[in-house]
């Protein structure tokens, strides 16, 4: 999805929400790959990530909402690492989350004070506190209310932005079969099968996998949807290796274990408690996108 026409229209929209709302906007894939984000920063944030501690304590904490974020599958707000107000909106294709999207670098219309003593909690660890009392109170505050406006409209701006995204390239080959694969990668696949669904012979269906990417086939291409799906299950549910394995179309355990490992370097069960040691802490504040938890 990377790179790709979709990808660059997004983030056009993005850049247009951010004008219209000075609300800082950024694009990530579910591993946290940030594919755009907005030049402008608050000028807390600038103070907060001209640090090389604070730079990582950023990452670190974008990394994990969007990690935790499947938790939910909707939209979430949240106090990030500096005690500001983030909000995670869902990109969805073919009814599968594909993308997050993080939009905040505000505070909410709870009393100001309160929420400063949680920034001086969370950035204790920074040099100038005088400095960065200063830019906090020059944080945009947004109520409940707006930021529920917007998460509507955004959801609205995206999925219309998907229905024609699929429109101009319904015949992309290449997309027609990311597509395909993308929804049906827990059934068995065949390379006779899937050419046929997409009115294609053999050679023509190996032709646009190597297109896709150099050396790129179509079991290739199925085994890295399955391996990502896999990730995804060992992070987010408690179902025991044994039936993720088969949820994502892999039903003999051993060979599930040595593509798994071949592929993230480490055993399912050693990714599944390696992953879940980034998820966000409860004090984060966790939480769906509503009115009545309002934000933090």
Known sequence: MEGTPYVARLSELLEDLHTITSFRLSLHDLDGTE?????????????????????????TCDRR???????????????????LVDTAVPVVEHGAIVA???????????PMDKQWAIVQKKCAWYHD???????????????????????AVLGA???????????MNAQTDQQRLRSYVSIH?????????????????RSKLCQVAAAIQPGMTLMKLVTQRRVDMARHLLTHSDAPVRDVA???????????????????????????????????????????????????
């Not at 059934?187 to 006779?192: G, H, R, V």
């Open 65 to 83: 909402a969007i990690t935790a974020f499947g938790q939910l599958g909707r939209p979430i707000q949240y106090r990030c690492h500096a005690g």
């Open 246 to 296: 088969g949820r994502v179309g892999m039903a003999d355990y051993n060979y599930f274990t040595k593509v798994f490992k071949r592929a993230a370097g480490v055993s399912p069960s050693q990714y599944r408690k390696l992953a879940r040691t980034v998820l966000l802490a409860p004090e984060e504040g966790l939480s769906p996108a509503s009115p009545r938890t309002g934000q933090g």
């Open 100 to 110: 997050v999207i993080l939009f905040g670098q505000i505070v909410d219309d709870s």
């Open 157 to 167: 701006c995206v999925g219309n932005l998907s229905l024609v995204h699929g429109d």
């Open 129 to 151: 506190m005088p400095a960065l009392e200063r830019a906090f109170y020059q944080v945009p505050r947004v109520s409940a209310r707006q930021i529920k406006a917007f998460v």
């Open 185 to 201: 990668y827990s059934s068995p696949l065949t390379l006779d099968g899937v050419a046929k669904a997409l009115g294609m012979s």
């Open 35 to 59: 594919w755009y984000a907005a030049k402008k920063r608050t000028a807390f944030c600038d103070l907060i990530c001209d640090t090389e501690e604070g730079y990582r304590r950023c990452l």
